[in-house]
Every structure is written in structure tokens, then in C-alpha cells.
DNA sequence: CTGGTGAATGAAATCGTTTACATTCACCTT
DNA sequence: AAGGTGAATGTAAACGATTTCATTCACCAG
């Protein structure tokens, strides 16, 4: 059905060779026959099957692009990024969702590398073993992930990942500086790679400062887990709540509005990723900054140039808005069960 | 590098044709060397190439997808509702995003349609006559988007779009009920269709009804520019508020609580596509019910099944939630410019 | 005038599959 | 026992490009 370069070549009255010299432009090619290829190409309006020029070439003119979960909008602002500085070269984007699920993540893997350059995975929910097994297949670039220290680091493979250490333990020290004592952690799903590391960050700090802190899993970080979380969120518990992301903290926002509780008043917000369009919280939401559009940028510079540097890292810093205010009740209600007389 | 077919076969002592036999499973093979071929392929962890499989078979085992802007939660929704329908059928998905640009949208579609089966364009910005050229290489859901009743309707294209006219003029006769008789309208892409759509359908029943209706014109459909248009909304002007998309309707909601405006005590609201989860909005933003989601369902049947139906649409239908009430002024201020004595 | 040089083009191999067709061989029928 | 049948497997052509190597041919130097 669709014109080949044998067609185009024929018409021409040049060889098939000649054809494909004058399309790809590089070789030596007299302008006169040149012209008058691509004259007929145009007008039998030719377009080079990327399947064939895969073939023999060895190299597609796709990347990969794997996500736990595409409805996230983590990831579709990861995608956006990725798609606007690597679609300008005229690469192909071939994109997959795991739903969560290792196995279907690791098929997705095989399937791809047969027609993929290179391959981003997000938040990887494989194995360290299964991912140096895949660096073994096509170029790896890992997203919001970092192997275990004890791995071998396989050539071919990049690493990009947000460095929460910073933000997470700047949210905590504001928390505390405005006499909080006691927290809520919203926690992120349990196989994320990002969700231990800030759970790890949260605890230390708030060990070392001697907060009491709360962690509560949710299904899925998203803002109706949100919603629930704040209508169950006991205010006896807390007198701040801090969110794996900016949409369950949204949710969190609502749910007290609904309760009629007052933020930051009676409770404070912080949230996190600075995903959110200017207006959109109300109060404007106390968040730190970790945006998964600088981690695409970061992942598309990694495809794009193999030879970049294989470890990337996005940092992050909190940012102060009107969810966060000084704490309304007394500093360590556990040690003083009974009221102080004032 | 990755192992070949031929390898297997070598390994398990026999032709490639009954390697490749053994392993697509369907032809007579006798079950001792299928198995025996099977365990080759499986120890040396062999993926058949979909490029060279694809150049021989002609069909690809990939659909393509096409946006305007992948940035926008409409396109990202419908994404994902097709990625769980198609993705389950082990096909592949290529993206492009054409940033609202003809040409670009164009050429993405000549550079698919040698490494895709089918294509999908949501809100194709292209003319009808290029997407007729467009059916003419490769099959064709268009999706939120018709040809002209002038055009020929080619075989291998299908149509999904989604019928504002029962949810549009509903919402009108609802405000029209409430009192109101003056309504600003926001208005979508120009470029777009489906804006098209909605502003022929307001207009129309507008006239009917004998409500003022003042359309201005957005740059892009999202809650940053309905937050503008909300700050900038003239309350002299309209009693009520209808939005090309929840976002928007978001931003304008937004924008009136910062102005210190109730709703809907002053002034009513509409969106459009009940994109939001419940309790995003304050108050619950009343809305025509016109899912992506639905339409990507529509267009991801339409693209398993050839043999579908090549029409389809998805109705639409009013929510009243709360951001709608009685108009608070008088119904004919044009004509009564002078206060009428109470 | 002849042999060498280099530019333009063509012939053919190649990439990794699938598949139409050919071959082998055991077994059944007569 | 011979010929026919059909199942299992092998051979080779194709898919549409790129690329290596060979060929042609004009032109220039000796």
C-alpha cells in the first residue's frame, strides 16, 4: 500500500542505492539526480519505513518511557517535560504502564527493547537484579530510583533521582521552629523507592529533634486517598500534617475545610512537589519544592546524550506559603497530660 | 547483542522456520522439540524483534496516539482510559504531542504510520482533506473531532466525539430558570472543534431563550487562564459563568473567593466535563457531564475492533452541584437602565 | 595514446522474522 | 510390496530499508 524507496527509485530511473543516498542527504550524490529524487518522492509522497531503516540500522529512533501508573500527574508532567525536549528531535515516544505491578513492568521491558533506543523507567517497581538485567538488553535510564549501594553499577545505565533530604528536613525544622511537636506523615505507596527515602528523612530529623511522628499509609497517593485521610485525621493526634504529594495534600485541605477546621489556625499543611498552579489551595499551600518536571528534564538530557553523566540528582527546598502557621496548643502534650495552670 | 532467532534454533538443533513455528505456538510442531525449543529460548531470555516481525507481517503489534497538548488533564485522562483498555491486548503505544501545530501534527502522523497499525487523533487540529490523506496510509479513530458534512467519508476512519448539544442546552435552561438572563462564556481553542461546537450549540440557545451571552475568548483551556478570566469578570455583565472545561470553571471559582465574591450566592458557575473528583471544588462545581475517559473508552473499542461501528458518541448531561442558584438582580437590566420603582 | 584516478552509480548482502513451498519419511491401503 | 498420504521439518524468498563493494566513465597526466 504505501509507497517504498523501490517505487521512488524506479520512478526516478535510479537505483534503489541512489534513492536511499539522496533521501539521507549525506552521501555524494549529483544535485541534478538528487533533485529529481526527491521531486518524486514528494510527489509520490514517500515516507522511509522506520521498521526497515530499524532493521539494518540497529537503532529505532524511539525511546521508552515505563510508569507505575499514568494517572498520576507526577508522571504526566514527567512525560509532558520528557516528550517536549525529546520530541523536537524527532524521536518517537513509546510509553507503557506497569499498574504497579513488577511483572507486567519487566514485560514491558522485553517488549519494548525491541523497538526502543533507550528506555526510562519511573519509579521502578523491578528489582535491583531485574534492572541490571535490563541495562543488559538497551540503555537504562532509571527515574526516582537508585540501586542498592551494595550493586554493581552496570554501564550503560543512569541514574536520576530528587534529593528530598534537603526539603524534607527543612519542612520538619519549620514545623518545629513554629512549636510543633507532634506530626502526621501521609505515607507514599508501599513499593516506592521515593517513598522510603522520605520516610527515612522524616524519621531521622524527627528523631533528632525530638517530634513525635505519626506514619499513615495510603492506598494511593491521590486526592481522594487525601480527602479520606483528612476526614479521619485526629487533630488530638497532630498539629501538623505533611503529604507525600501535593494531591493528597489537596485533599487533606478539603477535607478540613469541609470539617470547618481552620488551616493553618488550628492545624498546619505542607505538602509537596510544587505541582500545583498558583491559586489553586486554599490557604496556598506550604510545599516543598520537588518537581517532576525538573527530573524529565533531567531524564530527556540523559537519553538524549548517552554519554552525559550517569548520576543526576534534582534538589529540592520548602517552600513557605499560608498552610503552615504557628502551633496552637501546648509543646509536649504527652509529658503533660493535665493542663498547666497558667 | 540480544539473541536471535537464529541462535535458538541453532541451539535447539533445529530450522529457523520450526524455531519460529514452535514459538508462535499455532503451527504443527510435535510436542518434544517445541518443547525443547521453547526451553532454548527461555535459557538464553530471547524476545522476538517487533521490527523484523513487523516488516514481514505488515502489522506492527502498536497504535499511535495524537494530541494537541499532552499537558492538558483532558488529553492525559483519555490517555490513560485507552492505555488500560488497549495495553491489556500486549499492543504497544506510541505518542506524540503536536503542540497545537498542523504541520507538526502532520508529519507525526506520516512518521507513525510506518510503525503503528492503527492511529488515534484527539482533537486533530489538521484539515479535513489531510485527514483523508491520513486514512489513506493507515486506519483512523478521530476522536473529538468530525469531518464537514461536505466530505466523502473514506473507508478505515472512524469518528468519536462527544455530543455537547443535550448538556449545553441544559445547562442553559437551567440557568434561564434560575432567572438568570446575562452569561459569560469562556471559550476554548480557537482551532478547536469541539470549542466550535459548544459556542454554535450557546448561541443557539441563547437566541432561543433570549439570554445575553458575551463569549471571551482564553489562550489555553486550564486553570491559569480561567483564574484570569475570573479576576478579570465584570459582575455588571453576567449573573452566571460557563466554562469550556473544569479547569477554567476551577480558576474562575478560584479567582472569585480571592475577590471575596460569593458563589453562588452572586454569581453562578458551570464547567464542563465532571473531570473533577468530588471535593476538589468549593463549592461543588455543577458541571455538563462530558467525560474523556468515555471517549477514550469509545476510540480505544474502536481501535480493537476494526470491524466496529466508525461512529460513536458519547452524550453529556447536567450535575447541579452547588455552584448554581437564583440570579440575586434583576432579569432585564438592558432594558430597564433606570431602577424600576419598588 | 594509455593508464591511473576519483566521482557517480549500481549490485548485492544484510538486518530478524514469517511463510510459501519443497523435502523427507513413516505408515497405511490395496 | 508399491504407491499414495500426510505430518514434521527444512529451504529459501520476502518485507524495506542501509551500506559495502564493485563497476562505469570522464578526465587528466605522462
Known amino acids: 500500500m504505501a509507497t517504498t524507496i523501490r517505487q521512488v527509485a524506479e520512478a526516478a530511473g535510479v537505483s534503489i542505492a541512489t534513492a536511499s543516498r539522496a533521501l539521507s542527504g549525506s552521501d555524494a550524490v549529483v544535485p541534478a539526480t538528487k533533485d529529481r529524487v526527491l521531486r518524486v518522492a514528494a510527489a509520490l509522497d514517500y515516507t522511509p519505513s522506520r521498521l526497515a531503516r530499524g532493521l539494518v540500522t540497529g537503532t529505532t529512533g524511539n525511546i521508552g518511557l515505563i510508569f507505575p501508573d499514568i494517572t498520576n500527574p507526577f508522571y504526566t508532567s514527567f512525560l509532558a517535560e520528557v516528550e517536549s525536549l525529546v520530541g523536537a528531535h524527532d524521536l518517537g515516544i513509546v510509553i507503557g504502564d506497569s499498574h504497579e505491578d513488577p511483572d507486567r513492568e519487566y514485560a514491558l521491558v ?28 538497551l540503555p537504562i535510564v532509571l527515574a526516582n530510583r537508585r540501586l542498592g549501594d551494595d550493586m554493581a553499577m552496570p554501564p550503560r545505565l543512569s541514574q536520576m533521582v530528587i534529593d528530598v533530604d534537603a526539603g524534607f528536613t527543612a519542612a520538619v525544622t519549620h514545623l518545629y ?9 501521609l505515607d507514599g505507596p508501599a513499593r516506592s523507592w521515593s517513598a522510603r527515602q522520605k520516610r527515612a528523612v522524616l ?18 497517593p491521590d486526592f481522594t486517598a487525601g480527602l479520606a485521610a483528612g476526614t479521619d485525621l485526629d487533630l488530638d493526634q497532630a498539629t501538623a500534617v505533611l503529604a507525600f504529594n501535593d494531591q493528597v495534600a489537596l485533599g487533606v485541605l478539603a477535607a478540613l475545610r469541609a470539617r470547618g477546621i481552620d488551616v493553618p489556625g488550628r492545624i498546619s499543611v505542607i505538602g509537596c512537589d510544587d505541582s500545583l498552579p498558583d491559586g489553586l489551595a486554599w490557604p496556598a499551600l506550604s510545599t516543598v519544592d520537588s518537581s517532576s518536571r ?6 530527556a538530557a540523559a537519553v538524549l546524550d548517552p554519554e552525559s553523566k550517569q548520576n543526576g540528582s534534582v534538589p529540592t527546598r520548602l517552600i513557605v506559603r499560608r498552610s503552615t502557621a504557628r502551633a496552637a496548643v501546648d509543646l509536649n502534650p504527652r509529658e503533660e497530660k493535665t493542663p498547666e495552670p497558667s
Do not use: F, P, W
Not at 517488549?111 to 523507567?121: E, F, G, K, N
Open 110 to 137: 522485553r517488549q519494548m527493547s525491541t523497538q526502543v533506543d533507550r528506555l526510562v523507567l519511573t519509579s521502578s517497581r523491578l528489582t535491583d537484579e531485574q534492572i541490571v538485567a535490563a541495562a543488559g538488553r
Open 203 to 220: 524519621t531521622r530529623v524527627c528523631g533528632e529533634l525530638g517530634l513525635n511522628l505519626t506514619i499513615v499509609g495510603i492506598e494511593r
Open 294 to 299: 525538573a527530573l524529565g528534564a533531567l531524564a
Open 177 to 185: 521552629k513554629l512549636g510543633h511537636r507532634r506530626l502526621t506523615y
